[in-house]
């Protein structure tokens, strides 16, 4: 990381073009090796690593689905133990939702935000780069305790009294609740991250209603983890405590209370959904403006819809809990709060629909899946409605109805316009394209494959077949319709694989992408695919919504950019004006030992509370480490 | 793609200073996860108190002394903190060094009385469900007291160095001294918590 060339403070004013990329590569880049790889603060490699490592954790949690498949398939099954089951789906559905689905939106966000914003870095790269080993550690955490059989056993949401001290013997609900605290510090950290890249790090032009409609989603997403994520903080870490210590926050004898921990989690655990919703929508207006071959109908209402889903997210969570006996009234304020949701949620739909309706959509796999979205979402957002409804709710609460209906929500409103987005910013990260043929056989198989396997569970939610459980007796008649689900299973387990394989082999084998291979507006396709390290050689002057599309014969750019540093432009919350030159923070190793050392710290803090005192001491120094001004330029103004 | 320059951004600061700074916008940021969690524990507090017979459960009124003497101390804090906020945005080198000492002894100080807080609140943190939340409300806004000092040392060191005068070293003791505000100002609630909603 030298910058011999280059004087203090020399610009990109008036410099060839090339020299200009030569130098900023060399200020901007990752070093090859086992050092570079760990100190590297680059958004793209973070967000890439990210994304790779959530598809490796659904893969994980799609066998463990495969396996309760296989457990279910037949009644009086034996396929393993009872033990080993409440194993099997506690952590499917902890790793999909905490592994998998919220770490991969972020993913998106940390990629995606920066190159649509149009700036350099993420804030807070180092942050960014602290925030992946911790998501790391937390899901290596998880799944070690899996294979050495002390996997948490007491579902997702792990209700006490069952993961408290009196039945949850063992250590497997404390490591439920510690893998919470490393996905959440990782999450939060991102959060924050986001929400100042797309506050102060837009580039100049780029005002609140120019922001692609993927970065309000994003920032909305943000800040709903800001406000989400400390109940699950503050709910987990007095469940350890409750454990470790002797506190009484669940002991109904010494004045604590169990529905406590519902009202905490769920106050989490209900906005969650739409942190992992709500960036899908976003993914589903950019598609549709790029596939409809115009700007998408209504900005500003996706993006007030987008907002108020954000806010009415908080006010939703007791739906959760209609069957544990609270007052009415508060039950029909919440029954009125969860169906208002389907109106923000309903507009957003009509939007989509008009956009597509006054385009001229063009069939690519991307537009497909949101075609697949669309309809299984319309489903899973009719059940939601039936389900608000506590009359409803008590019949089928805990049953496989429930199951049906957040499988149709989540994979059908979040998985299958991921995948499109997969299919549609591929290029951008990859370089190449994956193949068109494939991802039609992709969305067949997934699509059917999926409305086979769960639309029969609400069948068999009605006729009271109950979630969690591990076996059956033939006389239920549950038998028929679990072998069908069983082999539709294999159907949409064998559309994944293929995904999984079109994605492997298109990096290879893919026809290169060029800088825009669909025709988009935005700013992250003003950039070579792959982008080079410091993504844009002049910063981006944005005069629309759609820049690639209202400026087609010279993208504006501004100049003025010192060279001998990591530099950005920071730019008003408005209408971002640029008020300064930042510098952004170089590769660094610190957050790479923070993060181990805080990891050793919430490790053996399962088995010792004096760890956290012991193990604040490492991590106090690798704190320094990072924060030490090392006189660079950097760390100079 | 093709591109034309439109835009020369040459004079812009080479740091911007309050919010037009990323660092200020983090400390916001962090600040409202903070609050968040902060909130939530009084909710819980106040939660377990509507469900109880009696509060405080089994135990005296906490002892009033160390805990105001510490508020007071906390509210006295603020003015040195404003002044040397107001000092970082001069560059004043000489001012912030003096300035940071003090703050860096304010910090100490109610860290020491805290340890005088914790008996006087007659019960265990294992006694039952009073006590359990009144513990984790102090040791909650504990943790803030240390870490502020922690960032507080660290920052005065490095104010004597030679990477001290430098604007983004001013830039940093103000994000210092905007995060020790919010410290005093969450204090308040859970003091109002802990001593006083007992005795209502």
């Known amino acids: 990381m030298t910058t011999p060339d280059f004087a203090p403070d020399s610009r990109d004013t008036d410099i060839d073009r090339s020299l200009v990329e030569r130098q900023l590569a060399n200020v901007w880049s990752t070093p090859r090796g086992i050092f570079g790889a760990l ?92 925030s992946y080993w911790m998501y790391l550690a937390g899901g290596i955490l998880l799944w070690a305790a899996f294979l050495l059989d002390m996997g948490p056993d007491i579902g997702w949401f792990a209700y006490v009294p069952l993961s408290g001290p009196q039945y949850g013997a063992g250590k497997r609900a404390d490591m439920w609740a510690q893998m919470i605290t490393f996905t959440e510090v990782a999450a939060l950290a991102v959060a924050v991250e986001i929400v100042v890249t797309v506050f102060k790090q837009r580039a100049p032009g780029m005002s609140l209603d120019r922001i692609p409609l993927f970065v309000w989603s994003m920032l909305v997403t943000s800040f709903l983890v800001i406000g989400a994520l400390p109940a699950i903080m503050v709910s987990s870490t007095s469940l350890i405590l409750d454990r470790l210590v002797g506190t009484h926050f669940y002991n109904v004898a010494e004045g604590g209370d169990v529905l406590l921990w519902q009202h905490l989690f769920w106050f989490f655990g209900h906005p969650e959904v739409y942190i992992i919703f709500v960036p899908a929508v976003g993914m589903v207006s950019t598609i549709v403006a790029t596939f409809a071959r115009r700007p998408t109908f209504g900005y500003l209402p996706l993006v007030l819809a987008v907002i108020a889903t954000g806010i009415l997210a908080f006010g939703l969570w007791v739906h959760h809990m209609f069957t544990v006996g609270l007052p009415r009234l508060g039950e029909s304020f919440f029954t009125a709060s969860s169906m208002a949701i389907a109106v923000p949620n309903g507009i957003q739909i009509f939007c989509w629909l008009i956009t597509l309706w006054e385009g001229r959509p063009v069939l690519k796999t991307p537009l497909l899946f949101v075609y697949a979205f669309v309809v299984t979402f319309v489903i899973g957002g009719l059940t939601g409605v039936m389900v608000a409804s506590v009359p409803f709710d008590t019949q089928v609460h805990d049953t496989y109805f429930v199951v049906a209906h957040f499988h149709y929500v989540l994979i059908g409103g979040a998985v299958f316009p991921l995948m499109g987005a997969i299919y549609y910013w591929y290029p951008k990260i990859v370089g190449r394209m994956m193949s068109e043929r494939l991802g039609r056989w992709v969305v067949g198989l997934v699509f059917v494959g999926f409305n086979l396997t769960f639309f029969p569970m609400h069948l068999l939610g009605l006729n009271g077949m109950p979630r969690r459980i591990y076996t059956y007796q033939s006389e239920m008649q549950w038998g028929s319709t679990n072998l069908f689900i069983s082999l539709s299973a294999c159907v949409l387990a064998l559309g994944f694989l293929l995904f999984f394989y079109d994605a492997i082999r298109s990096a290879r084998k893919g026809p290169p992408a060029g800088d825009n291979p669909w025709d988009a507006g935005t700013l992250e396709w003003a950039t070579t695919s792959p982008p080079p390290d410091y993504n844009f050689a002049y910063i981006p002057v944005v005069t629309s919504a759609y820049p690639l599309w209202d400026e087609r014969e010279a993208l504006p750019v501004a100049t003025g950019l010192r060279l001998d540093r990591r530099e950005i432009v920071v730019s008003t919350v408005g209408d971002a004006r640029p008020e300064a030159r930042e510098s952004s923070p170089r590769n660094s190793i610190w957050p790479f030992w923070t993060a181990i050392a805080t990891s050793i710290m919430l490790i053996a803090s399962v088995f010792s509370p004096w760890a956290v005192i012991w193990g604040s001491v490492p991590i106090a120094v690798a704190l320094i480490g990072w924060f030490w001004p090392k006189g660079v330029p950097e760390d100079d103004a | 793609m093709k591109q034309r320059a439109v835009l020369d951004l040459s004079r812009l600061p080479l740091h911007g200073m309050g919010s037009a700074s990323v660092t200020w916008w983090g400390t916001l940021s962090f600040m409202l996860i903070e609050g968040t969690g902060f909130a939530l524990v009084i909710g819980v507090y106040l939660y377990l108190e509507s469900l109880a017979p009696e509060w405080p459960i089994g135990a005296p009124l906490p002892d009033l002394g160390p805990g105001s003497v510490l508020t007071i101390i906390l509210l006295i804090s603020v003015v040195p903190n404003l002044l040397i906020s107001r000092w970082a945005g001069r560059e004043e080198l000489r001012k912030v060094q003096i300035g940071i000492i003090v703050m860096s002894l304010l910090c100490v100080a109610p860290l020491v009385l805290r340890f005088y807080e914790f008996p006087a609140l007659h019960v265990r943190w294992d006694s039952n469900a009073y006590g359990s939340i009144v513990w984790t409300l102090l040791g909650l806004h504990m943790s803030h007291l240390a870490t502020d000092l922690g960032d507080t040392l660290v920052l005065a060191v490095i104010m004597f160095t030679k990477h001290g005068p430098n604007k983004r070293r001013f830039g940093d003791i103000q994000d210092n001294a905007l995060y020790w505000n919010f410290v005093v100002l969450t204090w308040l609630p859970i003091y109002g918590c802990i001593y006083w909603i007992p005795r209502l």
């Open chain 1, 39 to 130: 100190a590297t603060v680059d958004h793209k490699i973070i967000g890439r690593r990210y994304i790779i490592t959530a598809f490796v954790f659904l893969a994980l949690g799609g066998v463990l689905a495969m396996l309760i498949r296989l457990q279910l398939a037949r009644p009086e099954a034996r396929v393993f133990s009872p033990d080993r089951y409440n194993q099997v789906f506690t952590i499917h559905g902890a790793n999909m939702m905490f592994l998998f689905a919220v770490p991969v939106m972020e993913a998106m966000g940390v990629y995606l935000v920066p190159l649509m914003v149009g700036t350099r870095n993420i804030a807070f790269p180092r942050l960014n780069a602290f």
